[in-house]
């Protein structure tokens, strides 16, 4: 099917376990993003990629790792998990004409 | 910090009503988008207006643009309960870097 999915939809991890989401897009879009979502702060970029080998850091990158080898992949990797890392991630792509399109969410639960 | 902030960060209204979100933010920006989110679902964009354009319409959806006191609007006419959702703006600059403001929840009681 046509879109973008995020894998797993949730997960359970202990402080200081590695873990990585992954988000695969069927449209072939350059630009990709993670972001995560708090209460009380919205949504705060993470990392975006401007296309296969092109990464960036966005507002909060401390703790995340990430990797575009394909143009249709973009998994985040948090590489020691944290407390404060509990939160709902999502991906997205963007299309020529600018919006983004969001996949549903993947909810993280660092204990 | 964020680039947008949104006001109200709650606004509950009857249907039939108008609601009008605002949002201001800092920096150049290339354009400017509105996104949808109903819980426990992803965003889903719903305007985007660009940073020469003044005012869009979208179906019940106005956005307004104004570059010179960096804000815009966003105005629901003849509101439903379905269009009981957060509402997010978020700027994006040259780059391509998207930055959300933290969003006004909206609820329309029927």
């Known amino acids: 099917d046509a879109g973008i999915t995020q894998s797993p939809r949730y997960k359970i991890t202990e402080t200081g376990r590695q873990v990585t989401l992954m988000c695969h897009q069927t449209?072939?879009?350059?630009?990709m993003f993670w972001y995560r979502q708090d209460l009380g702060h919205g949504l705060r970029l993470i990392y975006y990629?401007?296309?296969?080998?092109?990464?960036d850091k966005g507002e909060v990158p401390d703790g995340y790792v990430v990797s575009r080898s394909k143009t249709e992949n973009f998994p985040l990797t948090l590489e020691s998990a944290t407390r404060s890392q509990t939160s709902v991630y999502f991906c997205?792509?963007?299309?020529?004409?600018?919006?983004?399109?969001f996949g549903e969410g993947s909810r993280l639960t660092v204990l | 910090s964020q680039q947008g902030e949104e006001d109200p960060q709650a606004l509950s209204i009857q249907e039939g009503e108008n609601a009008t979100m605002n949002c201001s933010y800092k920096?150049?920006?290339?354009?400017l988008q509105w996104y949808r989110q109903n819980s426990g679902r992803g965003l889903v964009h719903l305007i985007l207006?660009?940073?020469?354009?003044r005012e869009k319409h979208s179906g019940r959806l106005r956005v307004t643009l104004d570059t010179s006191k960096k804000s815009s609007s966003l105005l629901i006419t003849a509101s439903r309960a379905a269009d009981t959702a957060s509402y997010f703006c978020?700027?994006?600059?040259?780059?391509?870097?998207?930055?959300f403001g933290q969003g006004t929840e909206l609820s329309v009681k029927p």
């Open positions: 997205a792509s963007k299309q020529n004409t600018g919006e983004l399109f």
């Open positions: 449209w072939s879009h350059s630009y």
């Open positions: 990629s401007a296309a296969a080998d092109i990464t």
């Open positions: 920096t150049s920006i290339n354009n």
């Open positions: 207006i660009r940073s020469n354009e």
């Open positions: 978020a700027t994006m600059n040259q780059g391509g870097k998207l930055i």
